[in-house]
């Protein structure tokens, strides 16, 4: 199964910072890769496919790079509506595997 | 508008049974994958299987493997996830999600989920 790990697990933060939030697989899953949000007791919402295209109707502050086995999200100005959870997610190969979730705190 | 909408998930003692159901709305149900992604209290999420479209291609994770089983029927709109043998580590939130299409193809990531229903296997 490829291993998804994402860091840190917990950021703090402020309204308007840039974040940035790490994703790397135990193996290439080329850029076979997505990102969600998911705010408490809700579904995850798409935010990114294909490591960097951004699902419609995602603000453009979110972005996603990277290819191979190392990925990141970026948020370039943190809202109030972006504090949340955030998932990566392979669909390289079967098992579809998720990383272990970022929270992104009020700092 | 896409819609999903999981039902089912209850309390149910080690070793029972349970089957959800997920009715679909708002797209054409038999042109898309479909699958279940769970995720336990606090924890982070698990896909747990899917079907493709006519329900000739099916995947399992290891974990539900000859305890769980997916199913669809088109003509209802409806997904469905058959699960005996429960444990405790099955107690989660099972939401049912949608595979998009881009082009003539299908990606594995997922563009639309339900609310998702508790399912908690304790005695």
């Known amino acids: 199964d490829i291993q998804m790990t994402q860091s840190p697990s917990t950021l703090s933060a402020s309204v308007g910072d840039r974040v940035t939030i790490t994703c790397r697989a135990s193996?290439?899953?080329?850029?076979?890769l997505a990102w969600y949000q998911q705010k408490p007791g809700k579904a995850p919402k798409l935010l990114i496919y294909?490591?960097?295209s951004l699902e419609f109707g995602v603000p453009s502050s979110f972005s996603g790079s990277g290819s191979g086995t190392e990925f990141t999200l970026t948020i370039s100005s943190l809202q109030p509506d972006d504090f949340a959870t955030y998932y990566c997610?392979?669909?390289?190969?079967?098992?579809?595997?998720f990383g272990g979730g970022t929270k992104v705190e009020i700092k | 508008e896409v819609h999903l909408v999981e039902s089912g998930g209850r309390l149910v003692q080690p070793g029972g049974s349970l089957r959800l159901s997920c009715a679909a709305s708002?797209?054409?149900?038999?042109?898309?994958?479909m699958t279940w992604v769970r995720q336990a209290p606090g924890k982070g999420l698990e896909w747990v299987a899917n079907?493709?479209?006519?329900?000739?291609?099916?995947h399992y994770v290891d974990s539900v493997k000859g305890r769980f089983t997916i199913s669809r029927d088109n003509a209802k709109n409806a997904l469905y996830l058959q699960m005996n043998s429960l444990r405790a580590e099955d107690t989660a939130v099972y939401y049912c999600?949608?595979?998009?299409?881009?082009?003539?193809?299908?990606?594995?990531?997922?563009?639309?989920w339900g609310q998702g229903t508790l399912v908690t296997v304790s005695s």
């Open positions: 708002g797209f054409t149900f038999s042109s898309y994958w």
């Open positions: 079907i493709k479209q006519d329900g000739s291609e099916i």
């Open positions: 193996q290439s899953v080329n850029n076979w």
């Open positions: 999600a949608r595979h998009p299409r881009y082009g003539s193809g299908t990606y594995y990531n997922f563009d639309y």
């Open positions: 294909k490591a960097s």
């Open positions: 997610q392979q669909y390289y190969t079967y098992p579809l595997t």
